[in-house]
């Protein structure tokens, strides 16, 4: 039991050391996400980018203006930025970068790593939980053991008084 408390002690540490690590890691992995863009629904960083942005509201990965550096806006050459860009409420958006108004304007990158570390966070709690709920445990067993040393009831079953 003391094993695992301390097995529980280490992955809530591991877990604080990845709240501090997620931001650099979400920033080099949007990175390439976002070079991979092509626009097309088949393309799994395509999906990912258009599903990512309408869920969170965001555009690009600062802002909407990131776009202008990937490859895929250079291809196009419409200046415009991806539909899932467009405000929810907006029916006729283009995703023209001429009326940014229409656009959202907060970067997903931000927004990604606070959802990261709100799950993470929820993880730390349950180990903690897991570890309080061991350490009574623990706490139990001692109370049990102090009491068998002094209750003539708890005998040794065994004659001479050793262990078999």
């Known amino acids: 039991m003391g094993q695992c408390g301390i097995t529980s002690s280490k992955t809530v540490l591991v877990f604080l050391n990845l709240i501090f690590w997620v931001e650099d890691e979400v920033d080099h992995s949007i990175q390439k996400v976002y070079n991979r863009y092509n626009g097309t629904n088949p393309d799994a960083a395509s999906r990912a980018i258009d599903y990512v942005q309408r869920q969170l509201r965001c555009c690009g990965i600062h802002n909407y203006s990131d776009w202008e550096n990937t490859i895929w806006f ?43 570390q709100e799950i993470m966070m929820y993880v730390i709690w349950a180990a903690l939980a897991f570890a309080a709920i061991q350490l009574l445990g623990m706490l139990c067993a001692c109370i049990v053991l ?19």
Not at 87 to 113: I, Q
Request: aromatic share 4%; glycine share 6%.
């Open 74 to 116: 250079k291809q196009t050459k419409n200046n415009s930025v991806p539909l899932s860009c467009c405000k929810a409420a907006l029916s006729n958006c283009t995703g023209s970068l001429t009326r940014p108004m229409d656009l959202y304007s907060e970067g997903c990158e931000a927004l990604v790593v606070k959802k990261l």
């Open 146 to 164: 102090c009491r068998r040393s002094r209750d003539p009831a708890y005998e040794l079953l065994i004659a001479g008084g050793t262990y078999a």
